[in-house]
């Protein structure tokens, strides 16, 4: 039987902590546009708060107003804030979005989840869900948000927004 | 983290390394403490330190016998629980000898396994009820595997479902206790899941979603217990299977994997599929719990397999893929440099939960969920249901144990 010698690439080395240390050690280029969008009043407190920490490339919005009132508008007819009260468009904001991340509390504008929801889809963009309030009242707003949101999470605890986004490195 | 571990009862090592009353001493490494594990001539089980207290020689070497451990070295004799009982050099009935006490934990055996509660004896908790372990006997089967990594890097594989249709691709039509059931079809059929992760009273539901029919989802729901007890999703009517990922020391761990049923026996094939290391099973070296295919061998990759489509990595085995690529990342992987999506919300909010736990356990002895024995009784389940269904709510019963009824499968 020959016996195997273990070279220096051969895995026994390679993942030992010694040579874990030679692992480059430069940051990997990576999340560039993550938006982030509250979708009711208890969803825009939230992340006027959390929009105060230092992130990297992330932005906060507001809806502008009720997505339900556009009519047929579409994605192109929505209106966003930012937490400087600054409006812009959410197409605009898409353009170099990586990841859209909707927050809401129990009162999920429904019509713009789909809008949000449905202009990621052909952008190729991922969505990300987060209902905050008390788990026992927030069944229909994640209902709500399960179509547009290809993960999706409920919680009682805000700082579960802010864990997320920091995991994502936003 | 360590003090998190040690509200928990643990696997210790499985029933089957101490098969008879006065069986050798088993060395056992858990939260980087060295013990052995014996079972005395009353067929008592016990964990003590390794180490005579008398000149530090090793127990491991020690002669179980007429109630006892004995030291080979002096002849220093301990019962399970550590006590001295005998000390030869000294006088009879000694004193110093009822003084001489060393660490011990109470090692107790439930189904396969024998389990250890390593935290402070004021607080220990009932035993474990995984349903895993308190079937009848011949309904299920664990076997364990050395990992040479960090627990948390191995634990977080078994809630993460997005893998699963990549890296055990080639599992899914060949693996005697995966293979053959619709729920693969739906599996292979939709590579891009939806994920939705929901609070339990013990841990966290991970549901990952696939398109099945025109008007349903097929979901498959992975159950974690805190502090690393998790589920896979059945397929079929295969025996259920799961893990526990436990801490040898901060670069290695014990994988325990189960396999069970919950209303019929395992059939002769299936456990001689378990024992050829199918399934989540590993094969090991004779006499070990290292894996065949290990770091040392590069896991035996099998490049041509990886070509043809046999496997996904080239490595053979579920349970070796997992841990080839879980060990790749080194002992401790560096989490610095990772770069998480929003796909791995499951173990983003897995990290949360653990941190939080030990912060509350810390600042203001909070127990952990997962201690508390009504935690343990969860299952995994992988059904169909209407597009408009919320998997906690339709699958409340599904998701806990039931007597006597199957498991909720596809």
């Given at each position: 039987?020959?016996?195997?010698p ?9 993942t ?9 050690d ?8 993550a ?24 932005r906060?919005?507001a ?10 508008g ?8 930012g937490v400087?009260?600054?409006k ?43 209902v905050?309030?008390?788990?026992a ?6 209902a ?25 490195r936003? | ?6 509200q ?42 390794e ?15 007429e ?12 019962d ?11 006088p ?14 109470p ?5 396969d396994v ?8 004021e607080k220990?908790?009932p035993?474990?009820?995984y ?16 990992q ?6 191995a634990?977080e ?12 691709s ?35 539901f ?7 029919e025109?008007?349903?989802y ?5 159950p ?36 069970y ?6 059939s002769?094939?299936e ?11 590993s ?17 035996l990759i ?21 841990a080839?690529?879980?060990?790749s ?11 998480l ?9 897995a ?16 127990t ?5 024995p ?6 995994s ?12 709510e ?12 199957r498991?909720?499968?596809?």
């Amino acid at each position: 039987m020959t016996v195997r010698p273990i070279l220096g690439s051969s895995c026994a080395k390679a993942t030992s902590a010694a040579e874990m240390r030679y692992r480059i050690d430069r940051p990997i280029r990576g999340r560039r546009g993550a938006r982030i969008v509250g979708l009711d009043a208890g969803a825009d407190l939230i992340i006027e708060r959390i929009a105060r920490e230092p992130w990297g490339h992330a932005r906060f919005f507001a809806l502008a107003g009720p997505v339900e009132d556009l009519g047929d508008g579409g994605s192109a007819s929505v209106t966003l804030r930012g937490v400087d009260g600054e409006k812009c468009s959410l197409l605009a904001q898409l353009d170099d979005a990586d990841v859209v991340i909707m927050v809401a509390t129990i009162a999920a504008d429904a019509a713009a989840a789909t809008v949000i929801g449905a202009a990621c889809t052909v952008r190729a963009i991922m969505t990300a869900g987060l209902v905050i309030a008390d788990v026992a009242r927030i069944d229909s707003t994640v209902a709500v948000m399960r179509p547009h949101a290809r993960v999706l999470m409920g919680s009682g605890d805000e700082r579960d927004v802010v864990d997320l986004l920091t995991a994502l490195r936003a | 983290m360590g003090e998190l571990f040690r509200q928990y009862w643990l696997p210790a090592l499985l029933a089957d390394e101490l098969p008879e009353d006065d069986s050798p001493p088993v060395r056992v490494k858990l939260l980087s403490e060295r013990m052995v594990a014996f079972r005395d001539s009353e067929g008592r089980y016990g964990l003590i330190d390794e180490f005579c207290a008398h000149r530090g020689a090793s127990l491991w070497f020690g002669r179980n016998e007429e109630s006892g451990l004995r030291c080979p070295y002096h002849g220093w004799k301990y019962d399970i629980t550590g006590q001295a009982i005998e000390i030869p050099s000294e006088p009879e009935n000694s004193t110093f000898c009822s003084h001489v006490k060393l660490t011990s934990y109470p090692l107790v055996k439930i189904g396969d396994v024998l389990w250890t509660y390593m935290g402070d004896p004021e607080k220990e908790p009932p035993l474990p009820e995984y349903e895993f372990a308190t079937v009848p006997p011949d309904q299920t089967y664990t076997s364990k595997r050395w990992q040479e990594c960090n627990w948390l890097q191995a634990f977080e594989g078994g809630i993460d479902s997005s893998h699963v249709s990549f890296l055990h691709s080639g599992g899914l039509k060949s693996d005697p206790l995966f293979k053959g059931t619709k729920g693969n079809d739906y599996n292979m059929g939709d590579l891009k899941p939806f994920f939705e992760v929901a609070d339990s009273e013990g841990g966290l539901f991970v549901g990952a979603r696939r398109n099945a029919e025109e008007d349903t989802y097929y979901w498959r729901i992975t159950p974690w217990v805190m502090p690393c007890f998790t589920m896979v999703p059945p397929r079929g009517d295969h025996p259920v299977h799961g893990h526990f990922w436990i801490p040898i020391d901060d670069e290695n761990c014990w994988t325990y994997s189960f396999d069970y049923h919950p209303v019929r026996p395992l059939s002769v094939t299936e456990v001689q599929a378990m024992e050829d290391g199918h399934g989540v099973h590993s094969e090991n070296i004779p006499g070990t719990f290292r894996p065949m295919a290990n770091k040392d061998n590069d896991y035996l990759i099998d490049r041509a397999a990886q070509k043809r489509g046999d496997t996904y990595s080239g490595v053979k085995g579920i349970a070796m893929q997992d841990a080839s690529l879980q060990e790749s990342m080194g002992p401790i992987v560096d989490r610095t440099k990772e770069m998480l999506v929003s796909a791995d919300s499951g173990i983003i909010k897995a990290r949360q939960k653990l941190k939080r736990a030990v912060e509350a356990l810390r600042d203001k002895g909070i127990t952990p969920p997962g201690v508390d024995p009504s935690h343990h009784r969860v299952r995994s389940a992988a059904v169909v249901l209407p597009r408009e269904a919320a998997f906690v709510e339709a699958c409340r019963d599904d998701l806990m144990v039931r007597e006597g009824v199957r498991q909720s499968s596809v």
